[in-house]
């Protein structure tokens, strides 16, 4: 991980990395924590296929990913969802259709800096399959994919290939 060395209270170059989750000055007792980011994951489901991205944007260009991302301030996970889905994909939902379905925790590399989330996976069927019109900047390419034809190695980030794991085994 990129360290930070500058204490931004003090301006001394003595920040110091606990290498889990915060870093220190001993010249002015500064304390900045690294805590963890809430994500959002949605699992679009029809029947036996489920809609995923493909990522145009590091990290893990070119991989699979589901729907979703970081939560805002004073935003809840399930609006994030929304909010999410809008941004991505130009899908409007209803959020009292979302089911939660598990937590992972995710470690998020961007610029060179570990960004520990916790990722909450919710699913939201449809009755029906749909296409959207992408802005091709951070998707590439949306796909529907049957469970049965899911392959972990394409999933972009360890807590999907892991949720998958588990999800695979409820619906095969």
Known sequence: MKVLKYCPNCGNETLLWDQEKKWSCPECSFTLYNNVAGAVAVVIRYKDE?????RNQEPKKGKLDL??????PKESAENTCKRELFEELKLQIDTHNLKYLTSLPNVYQYKEIDYNTIDLFYEYEVSSKFEVNLELSEIS???WIPLKDLKLDEIAFDSQKNFFQDYLKNFS
């Open 50 to 54: 489920i809609y995923l991205t493909r």
């Open 141 to 143: 390419e949306v796909v």
């Open 67 to 72: 729907a979703g991302g970081f939560v805002d």
